[in-house]
């Protein structure tokens, strides 16, 4: 295809992609080098019959023109990402330099809520990803004994939880996950203790977002893996079987390396969307013993007086390199991949 | 004949087992809510026993009837949810039609260029189609409040069609590549020109693929919440941020049934499109992984 008529034709995707993928990200490097302005007091003297005070307060209009003359702020070079909020470079020398052990270090170092949303985030993303692959792969081997009737019905249900809207799926299970919901209510009887609940047990908060999470992403597992069951050569399964190999034998030799490189395909998609999980922390109102990078971002974002967005940009920009990092097996892949094709 | 393809009663038992317990798990929650979006408060959160939601004590109590549509006036009627379904229909319309307009172009061109450009074009779609939807949006906030075109829906729209871009063009790229080259370029030795071929030749066998990528463009615009939250203001709202704003005020009585009520409503319509596209589902979350 000439290089004209290729970008006639895909012009109006890079247009949009430029517009509003590229240039925010630009946007966002830019607005973590700012903070915004410092309100401007001013102190006035009021005087009432009963004698005169004076009192300070947010001068408003000269507040405004700051606003209107430097829109993104004050510029703070790194502070944004060496602050408390973010890296919080300060606070860890403090601790390293003064603690009691290893477990104070870790306690304390838990305690900045960045490091509290980084510690959710990778223990989400890496605990959920290989269990709801498992969750999936242990579906897809049962649905495929199915006899044909059933397996549509249930591969409808399994996708469910997959295809729900995230805030949605979060508030149902969290609805039921509530003290005077199905599940809470028998997760207190069960346990014999009548004040467990999710606000009160970061535990339990952080058990049953990993739960949601393995439920919302196995049926993507399921469904790939079952795909894949469907390819596996069953010549090689009936010679294996001919030569004495038992069902466990056959899945773990044949069906398994036959599935290997769609597993590696699910576990990097996978990685790298769980790495942005969000919704489950608003819908099941975890954020005081759960948050996750993608959530401080919103919860500057929609900040109660002011809207931080040099805060939120920094955020944004250290997520941006985790992403970054997860993606590089992906890139990687793509690369040889495209290699291979061309040669 | 196969050999030993009977599996013994026990692994039959474990499986079938296992199944059931997923599909419960599966779907219980949503059979659950459903079923308590048409009950009071005090039964759908039963301080005694959850027993109580399935009989419908309170609500035969409070109402004079075992199931009340009090949460769905709440939400549909007084907290004009209605207004945000619609909005949700304009947005995730658009953002699917003109996704599929100007990604079945791009994804096009990608499949037929040889060039080492496309590649690299795609490679970019890859780092774009990774990046958390919520850094993008504190990207906007500033701009969209400088240009004054915060709020409105045109702007979520677009900005939901870009967010959509990349997997839309991985998906239409590798679906084109599976139409064979020499049916476009016969109609072009014949005398068409790329954009002649494109329309009279490819364009009717192209539908499968653009229905299933379709289907996704779909539940990305609808199960959107950190743009429409973040860049909608409170009456252009769609479901899900109407939800989310539901929980905000959640403190006054029975509002949390209203909240039940509109998350039953809103998992309807995808509940309507598994059940008439599963097969397409299913086949595209496949295609992409095949493929890789």
């Not at chain 1, 006899?147 to 469910?160: D, E, Q, R």
């Not at chain 2, 659950?32 to 609500?59: C, Y």
């Not at chain 2, 993008?136 to 829906?153: A, D, R, T």
Request: overall charge neutral; glycine content about 6%; some cysteine.
């Amino acid at each position: 295809m000439p290089h004209r008529t290729f970008f006639v034709f895909i012009f109006p995707s890079i247009l949009a992609m430029v517009l509003f993928i590229t240039l925010p990200i630009l946007s966002v490097v830019v607005q973590s080098l700012f903070v915004q302005h410092e309100a401007v007091l001013i102190t006035v003297e009021n005087c009432t019959p009963f004698g005169c005070e004076t009192q300070t307060r947010v001068d408003t209009a000269a507040m405004q023109k700051l606003q209107a003359d430097q829109p993104m702020g004050q510029f703070a070079g790194f502070a944004n990402y060496l602050n408390r909020n973010h890296l919080a470079v300060d606070e860890i020398g403090a601790i390293l330099a003064d603690n009691r052990g290893f477990g104070d270090v870790a306690a304390r170092i838990f305690n900045l809520p960045f490091y509290k949303a980084l510690s959710f985030t990778l223990v989400y993303c890496f605990l959920v990803t290989p269990l709801a692959m498992a969750l999936g792969f242990a579906i897809a081997l049962a649905v495929n004994t199915l006899p044909g009737l059933l397996k549509g019905p249930t591969i409808f249900v399994s996708i469910l939880p997959m295809i729900i809207t995230p805030l949605v799926g979060s508030l149902i299970l969290a609805w039921m996950f509530n003290p005077s919901g199905i599940l809470g209510a028998t997760l207190q009887s069960l346990t014999g203790d009548p004040t467990l609940s999710l606000r009160a047990s970061p535990v339990l908060t952080w058990i049953v977002l990993l739960v949601y999470g393995v439920w919302t992403n196995g049926p993507f597992s399921f469904v790939v893996f079952y795909a894949g069951l469907q390819t596996v050569p069953q010549d090689t399964v009936e010679s294996a079987k001919i030569d004495g190999a038992s069902r466990w034998e056959v899945t773990r030799h044949v069906i398994m390396p036959h599935l290997a490189p769609l597993a590696t395909f699910v576990a990097l998609v996978q990685l790298m969307d769980n790495f942005r999980v969000f919704e489950p922390i608003v819908g099941f109102s975890a954020e005081a013993n759960a948050t996750s990078l993608s959530w401080l971002v919103f919860n500057d974002l929609v900040g109660q007086d002011a809207q931080l967005f040099g805060s939120a940009a920094s955020t944004s920009v250290i997520t941006i390199v985790g992403v970054l990092i997860l993606l590089t097996p992906v890139l990687r892949r793509t690369w040889r991949e495209f290699n291979r094709k061309a040669v | 004949m196969s050999v030993a393809t009977r599996r013994p009663v026990a692994l039959n038992a474990l499986i079938l087992a296992f199944l059931v317990i997923w599909v419960i798990a599966a779907a219980f929650p949503f059979a659950w809510t459903v079923w308590g979006s048409f009950k009071v408060e005090a039964d759908f959160f039963s301080r005694q026993s959850w027993w109580s939601a399935i009989e419908g004590t309170r609500t035969q109590a409070q109402t004079g009837g075992a199931f009340t549509l009090a949460g769905y006036d709440g939400a549909w009627v007084k907290n004009e949810f209605w207004k945000a379904a619609i909005n949700t229909l304009i947005v995730t319309l658009s953002v699917t039609l003109i996704s599929l307009t100007i990604g079945t172009l791009g994804g096009y061109a990608l499949a037929r260029s040889g060039y080492r450009y496309a590649f690299w074009i795609l490679i970019a779609a890859l780092i774009f189609r990774a990046m958390p939807h919520i850094t993008l949006v504190s990207g906007y906030m500033l701009p969209f409040f400088q240009l004054n075109i915060w709020g409105v829906l045109p702007t979520t729209i677009i900005v939901l069609v870009a967010i959509n871009q990349p997997f839309t063009l991985w998906m239409l790229h590798s679906f084109f590549l599976s139409i064979p080259k020499d049916l476009d370029e016969s109609a072009m030795v014949d005398g068409c020109t790329r954009f002649q071929a494109f329309r009279m030749v490819i364009i009717p066998v192209m539908w499968p693929g653009v229905i299933t990528t379709g289907l996704f463009s779909f539940l990305l615009g609808y199960n959107d919440f950190a743009v429409t939250s973040m860049l909608l203001a409170q009456e252009n709202q769609t479901m899900v941020p109407k939800i989310a704003s539901f929980l905000g005020s959640i403190q006054n009585e029975g509002n949390v049934m209203f909240a039940v009520a509109a998350v039953v409503s809103a998992t309807v319509p995808l509940f309507i499109l598994v059940l008439f596209f599963q097969r397409q589902i299913v086949s595209g979350l496949t295609a992409g992984a095949v493929k890789g």
